[in-house]
């Protein structure tokens, strides 16, 4: 679901009760989870959600650790508390307040800020409560993290995902040639039946360049872009586009399967003979 979606629907009171906000800078996923919380507690009428000055609205801030940073009693972050993890203790301790009715909104919000950082007894703890809804009142969860693949499959089957963007934005004159290459061998490919194009489109994405650092979100990011640049436009293409964009979703995939050490190069063949042929 697109952020935008993801907004009308806080606004109606319809938000799915666990949203993943992954993607973009830490920064952008702790706005988009305050305005989210805003839009889902505000008590302007719902087209005017977040107003920003209501009294849920001006408290709805992110946690400042000084008294001068307002509080919100219906709105919770749970920020990582061990070295490397968010543990099993401070996550039961936020589901506990889970467990009574809002104070004074018609809601409540909780933030996971660092949703990867989940030890598997604190992500099974709050799966749980995702199972088990047991309150009138509306409750929702936000999980953030960089990515929703560093999520325990069975958290993210249980929420609605919304992503954010790459981390850094992509630069189109970087994207422009590589989505022609692209395009192009796609092209040749359809026509022609010959695997060797399959191999040339691989290649045309493996061009994003920065392969190196296994870690980067950034070269999948760019050969994605160009996936998305490189769509036919003209009618009657239906099928064509669905393609492309199946090999776009698969490539946000990839730098997990970097991490098990397989090389950028591999993936990209692997999911180009996977999604076109
Ligand atoms: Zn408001």
Redesign the pocket.
């Known amino acids: 679901m697109s952020y935008e979606a993801a907004l009308a629907a806080a606004r109606q009171g319809r938000l799915y009760p666990a949203v993943i906000l992954d993607g973009g800078s830490a920064e952008a996923r702790r706005s988009a989870a305050l305005e989210l919380a ?1 839009a889902l507690l ?3 009428p719902a087209a005017a ?6 009294r ?2 001006r408290r709805i801030v992110w946690p400042g650790g000084d008294e001068a940073t307002p509080f919100h009693p219906d709105f919770q972050v749970l920020e990582r508390d061990l070295k490397a993890s968010t543990s099993v203790d401070a996550t039961r301790e936020m589901l506990r307040t889970a467990q009574v009715s809002p104070y004074e909104a018609r809601g409540q919000v909780f933030v996971i800020a660092s949703a990867e950082s989940l030890t598997g007894e604190a992500a099974n703890a709050l799966l749980k409560n995702l199972e088990e809804p047991h309150v009138s009142a509306p409750r929702n969860f936000f999980l953030l993290a960089p990515s929703r693949l560093d999520l325990l499959p069975t958290l993210r089957s249980r929420s609605l995902a919304v992503f954010l963007g790459p981390a850094q934005p992509v630069d189109p004159q970087v994207v422009e040639p590589l989505a022609r290459a692209f395009s192009a061998a796609a092209s040749s490919w359809a026509s022609s039946g010959s695997p060797v194009y399959l191999l040339s489109a691989a290649a045309a994405l493996a061009g994003a360049g920065g392969w190196d650092d296994p870690r980067s979100g950034q070269p999948w990011a760019v050969a994605a872009a160009a996936v998305l640049r490189s769509l036919p436009q003209e009618d009657g293409a239906a099928a064509d586009r669905r393609a492309r964009l199946a090999l776009a979703e698969a490539l946000l995939e990839g730098p997990a399967l970097r991490l098990r050490g397989i090389t950028a190069e591999r993936i990209l063949e692997g999911m180009v003979a996977r999604h076109l042929a």
């Open positions: 805003r505000c008590e302007a959600r977040p107003c920003g000055v209501c849920h609205c």
